[in-house]
């Protein structure tokens, strides 16, 4: 790629430069210091190149959550398609884990794109070999989405902020119930929680 002063040369710059750099911004600042100018000083151009490329922020964001969809991989998968939902499951977990805030990135946006697509026709499709239905098909989708971007979006959240507030309260003995779980509740094993939350979400498939 054609360099100018430490910077992109505007012309030859393309929108999946524009991403990639985006992607490295938000392993460096984070989601909340992720910005359209931070991406345009990592490229060496004026902001209004990169919003040529990516119209708004939210586009941006749209387009670098396909790109961490593009890190599912679907070699090797299991032929028996319930093992093949919760393998999808699981590398799609790992795809979001593989970038700093991934799931808070991929939360909210709704990309129509090549990454994101296949994904979740390679997912409905394993669930309709499964023998689930049109309907129940695309649910499980959305269900077993929503629990892996919330279950991963704390995973990566700062550890044991939660723990810290919850234990001193916990101990008041105003909530008794939650005092007698108090050991389960805490961050523990996000793989073990990933693998009871999705039995729990497949297990309403047909045998």
């Known amino acids: ?91 799609y977990r790992q795809a979001l884990l593989a970038h700093r805030d991934g799931a808070a990135l991929v939360t909210g946006t709704y990309p129509a794109e090549p990454h994101t697509l296949r994904f979740a026709d390679c997912l409905i499709d394993a669930l309709l070999q499964a023998g689930a239905d049109e309907k129940q098909a695309t649910w499980t989708v959305w269900t077993v989405s929503y629990f892996t971007l919330g279950l991963t979006q704390e995973e990566q959240a700062a550890p044991g902020q939660a723990d810290e507030r919850l234990t001193p309260a916990v101990h008041s003995g105003a909530y008794p119930a939650l005092e007698r779980v108090l050991p389960h509740l805490g961050p523990g094993s996000f793989e073990d929680r990933f693998d009871f939350g999705l039995h729990a979400i497949l297990s309403t498939l047909p045998k």
């Open 1 to 91: 790629m054609t360099k100018i002063q430490g910077g992109v040369a505007s012309a030859r710059l393309t929108r999946a430069d524009v991403i990639d750099a985006a992607l490295q911004a938000l392993a460096e600042r984070g989601l909340e210091g992720l910005s359209t100018r931070a991406v345009a000083d990592r490229l060496g151009v004026r902001m209004n190149t990169v919003l040529w490329h990516v119209k708004t922020k939210a586009r941006m964001l749209e387009l670098m959550a396909d790109a961490v969809l593009a890190g599912v991989r679907y070699e090797n998968l299991p032929s028996a398609p319930h093992e093949r939902v919760g393998e999808l499951a699981g590398r």
